[in-house]
């Protein structure tokens, strides 16, 4: 697993801190669901969103949606994530509270 830096520059220490997933989806912004999904972006070495989609097998427009926040990140989502990114769950739930810089 990659570190990932926190808001208040640390990696690791922070992120590591125990954080809910479900809590975090559920209290996520439309910047912070912009966040994980650009963290993947860059995580997978992938160029853009319809990149993403077929990386996770989804289409096109569940990205759209997640973007635009009419649709959260699912645990399904998440678990995708985490098998085609060096991203785990505790790390996408430390995006998702916004405890993660861009």
């Known amino acids: 697993m990659k570190n990932i830096t926190d808001i208040n520059g640390t990696a690791g220490a922070a992120v590591e801190e125990k954080i809910s997933f479900g809590k975090a989806s559920e209290k996520a912004t439309r910047q912070t669901q912009n966040n994980l999904l650009d963290h ?10 319809a990149g993403l989609a077929r990386m996770l097998e989804v289409a096109p427009p569940v990205i759209s949606k997640i973007r635009h926040k009419h649709l ?31």
């Open 72 to 102: 959260p990140v699912g645990a399904t989502l998440a678990v995708a994530i985490t098998e085609e990114t060096d991203l785990s769950i505790a790390d996408i739930a430390a995006i998702l509270a916004g405890r993660v810089t861009a």
């Open 40 to 49: 993947a972006i860059k995580s997978a070495g992938l160029k853009n969103d």
